[in-house]
């Protein structure tokens, strides 16, 4: 079938015989204008018309150019305080582009700009209606002053422009339409005018056209289908079409309406994905089932209704369709590029002001600093870097992330950023060697660090810092280069803007303050688009919807068909309200949704294989209902085209089968089986017992592997930490009243300690690691709740001591006997008992290692005690006489576990010599050993201790007294998940899900 294009061709070669040189033919985009000169050239015209998108066309016949947005702004604002001096520059810039956009509608219209502000500013007046004058108050009298002016200000800032050979568009076009003799019909360099592909027409355009149509200077090429062209049919895809052929066109003169949408044979697929970054995949799976060819002849288009995706298709693209043409208008804002301006700006906004030495310091938040370290401009600047050098090198900017989210800095100076590398905390943590690589490496960094960090006094010194920032970190990447092009253009208009108004208007550059230029510089970022359009062809194109306008392709693939995107959602920001702008006939989003509403459809309607992709609704990126086009074409399109074959897919994605799969396994072997013997002999913990129950993949990344959790740096105190502090306040507590009671913990000393609990707990956060914490919102809260803990612990102690009679004796805290001190950090003793057993033919030493928080006595009963923070059960420390086998590998007894060892290795010494030294107390093997653990959550239950229902020859084993007999059951079941950890099982996955939800290791075996 012939394209559209084609045939326009043939019928001007035989209208005209092909003598059209002097013709101006008009499009309505670059693409289309291309694509029909390469079509004139094969069919052999002698000469080409001047061909132009009408966009590029109508300043060129008036002599002009379009003027920049932020030029525009600022000479707006400049009439608008000529009739409002108290208007600010940065709260006028806050609706200024909106002003602008009106004042573009109200010219491409051509609408009596005078009577429409009038009506407006007559609608306000009604809203003040029986008001008396003292109770309209100074900021009401602006409002409504603000309204009275609109028009005088179109008026003045039209002039203005004028006098200046400026414009905007819509005022441009108007200009064309009021005086197309003058520049059209009176041309000398264009004979004749012909338009080809048009649709919704604005009211200058429209003008334009049926004045050259009515002078019989235009012909006029309408794409057009009678599936939307019927009369009086709901179906809004030809709602300006229909318009134009049924009163200035005429039905005779009406040209190339087919029927390809009710007749013609074609594929059509509906594809639904669950998340928008997957549609890439689907477009290039689509390309492998119709077997496209890149070297072919068929002409494809990959359509992207949502511009934002078109890096993750181009990425999930395979490489024999990568010298694809990329024809579309892509918002500055959705780049890159943007995201690290955007962190920049908030890194010198969300500071933090702190007084030292009787001056303000500045501290940058880590939240940004994290984010520009790790921005990928800034690590490709530093692998260019490192590439130059030898060796791999190491990264400094990783090396930044690491150091603050290890030492927990919230805030830092500029300063400590620019010399990171040379402060003692951040070098103690490398060797030697190491950190001279590092070193180098923020020395090469600094020139960008200087830009990035440090702040900056006015808006010419920030416009300095953008320019070089760009030229500093440019990226190689075609469509990277696209938006750095486009960034540059913009700092140039606003460096321009900046140099014209210092000399000419020097009032209104004062205003010009860091603040507003950053206003302007996101007005400029928002309203530009990057055309992606080169002048080669290609079988292969991604477009965006409006750029396929006038174009066919034998197969469309359009992706992002849902609500909100495909038609775009009812957003309508202008001043003038909808039922006045639909009174003047101003565009809304009714002629929104038929103008793309035909770019869709006409885009199907040669097409011979079509796919159309939506995202499922959920809460991902892009989802929504799918397009109330695809609910057409199954309820109506396929009811008038019988030859239409349709199905309705979901996409579904096969697991790469790799190293990594949700199958993975580690086998063991010699190398990791002599690391968990070195384990074993040097002591292993219960912490490490229970991780290999839970999850034996997890202790080979731990322990064999030896990977290191990643910490995530959060302002809000974690569980992790919260627990820590509760053990750390406990901890000292009360070992300070054990070392004035030599041991003894009695009522009175608890009780003297309640009223001191908030002032204790709040200067804990303010110590140490967690000094740099802001108490406030939800930290607050964490502190709260940790001295309400506390305090209801303290209370329960003290029932505890009222119903025993007695106090109890604190032996040792966190392995340290209770009246020492307590030793630095990361030095606390273990307490370990070791056994014998058989490893691989050889009577080895296994040693079982822990530290304990806390080992009493009260009466006649030792008790080992472990605090939990969250809520522990009774029924979690009791074990049913045919559950034994669990004590090896049910991973959901893991407090049971911990307290048995903790047990184990205090008995097993105690049977050893019949007693037991910790420090200055003495633990005789007569004496009654119990374990158990204090919920903090919940101190009504006391202590919960270990208990079981398990017997052996009518004698308890878990909760024996006869200690003896513990060490023997013990070290049976100790031998047993010995034999589990070294025998051929591979370190695999756990089964239970729950476990991996906050497991650092989940991205890498595939949970």
Known sequence: MQSFLEQVADDLAQKYAQDISKFCILMPTKRSGLVFRNILEKKGFAQIPFIYAIDDF????????????????????????????????????????????????????????KELFTNLYDIQNIKRWGLQEHQITIKMGRYFKLWENLHQTYIAFQEKLKAQKQGYAGMLYRQLAEEVEK?????????????????????SEELIFKKLWDAKKADIYWDSDDYYMMPDDENKTGMFLLQYKNSWIGKKNWKTQGRALLEDTKTMLTISTPNAALQGKIANQLLKNWQFDPQGTEKTVIVLADENILVSVLYALDAQYKGLNITMGVSLKSSALFALIDTFFDLHQYTKKLKENDKWIKKLSYKFIIKIAGHIFLRSYENRYLAQTEGAGKSFLQAIINYINKNSHFFMTPEELLNLEQLPEFCQNYEEEELKQLQEVATSLKPLFELLFKGWKNAPELLFKLENLIQLIRPEEEIEKEYFAQF??????????????????????RQMNSRNFKIFLYQAIRQEIIAFDSDRESPLQIMGIAETKALDFDNVIVLSVNEDTLPKNKKLNSFIPLDIARHYELPTYVEQDAMVSYNFHRLLQRAKKIAMVYVNPSNTYGASEKSR????????????????NYENLKSRFKQITQDFTPELKIEKNKKNKA????????????????????????????????????????????????????????????????????????????????????????????KG???????????????????????????????????????????????????????????????????FMDIEGKNTKVSIAGIIDR????????????????????????????????????????????????????????????????????????????????????????????????????????????????????????????????????????????????????DICGR
């Open 675 to 766: 690391k968990i013997i070195d384990l074993l002999r040097a002591g292993i913990s219960p912490a490490h017992i229970n991780t290999y129950v839970k999850c034996s993949l997890k202790f080979y990344f731990t322990q064999i592997a030896e990977l290191k959790d990643t910490y995530i740096l959060d302002e809000a105190l974690g569980a992790d930490k919260f627990g820590t502090i509760i053990h750390e306040i406990l901890e000292e507590m009360f070992r300070r009243i054990a070392e004035r009671n030599k041991g003894y913990v009695n009522k009175e000393d608890l009780e003297a300690e309640l009223p001191l609990i908030e002032e204790v707990v709040t200067e804990k956060f303010k």
């Open 488 to 509: 540059e253009l913009i700092i140039q208009d606003l460096k321009n803007t900046l140099n014209g108004l210092k000399t000419q208007k020097p009032a209104l550059y």
């Open 629 to 644: 086009f695809i609910h057409q074409i199954e309820n109506d399109l396929l009811k008038k085209n019988p030859y239409i």
């Open 769 to 835: 690691e967690y000094a740099n914490y802001s108490l406030t919102g939800e930290n607050y809260i964490t502190k709260e709740i940790a001295a309400e803990f506390i305090k209801r612990f303290l209370e329960a102690q003290i029932k505890e001591i009222e119903q025993a009679g007695m106090p109890f004796e604190i032996i040792v805290l966190e392995n340290v006997e209770s009246t020492e001190e307590r030793p630095i950090e990361g030095k606390k003793p273990k307490i370990a008992s070791y056994f």
């Open 183 to 203: 520049y059209l019909m009176e041309s000398k360099r264009y004979k004749h005018f012909v338009f080809i592909g048009f649709n919704a027409l604005s009211k």
């Open 58 to 113: 109508v300043p060129l016949v008036l002599n002009t150019s379009y003027t920049g947005q932020v030029t525009l702004l600022l000479e707006l604002y400049d009439t608008f305080r000529s009739l409002e001096p108290l208007t600010t520059l940065d709260k006028f810039s806050a609706w200024g582009y909106v002003l602008l956009k009106d004042f573009d509608q109200i010219d491409r219209n051509l609408i009596d700009a």
């Open 855 to 1002: 080992i009493d006595r009260i009466g006649n009963e030792t008790r080992i005690i472990d605090y939990k923070t969250g809520l522990v059960k009774e029924s979690d420390l009791k074990l049913k006489n045919e559950d034994l086998d669990d004590l090896i590998d049910d991973g959901e007894i893991d407090k049971l576990r911990q307290l048995w060892i903790y047990k184990y290795i205090l008995a097993k010494k105690i049977v050893e010599k019949g007693y037991i030294d910790l420090g200055k107390h003495t633990i005789e093997n007569t004496e009654k050993i119990t374990a158990g653990i204090y919920s903090l959550r919940d101190n009504e239950k006391m202590l919960l201790k270990l208990d079981d229902n398990t017997k052996k020859d009518d004698k308890k084993i878990l909760s024996n007294d006869d200690l003896k007999e513990f060490v023997e059951f013990s070290e049976i079941y100790l031998s047993k998940i010995i034999n589990n950890m070294l025998s051929n099982q591979p370190f695999e996955k756990t089964d239970d899900v729950e476990i991996c939800q906050y497991c650092t290791f989940r």
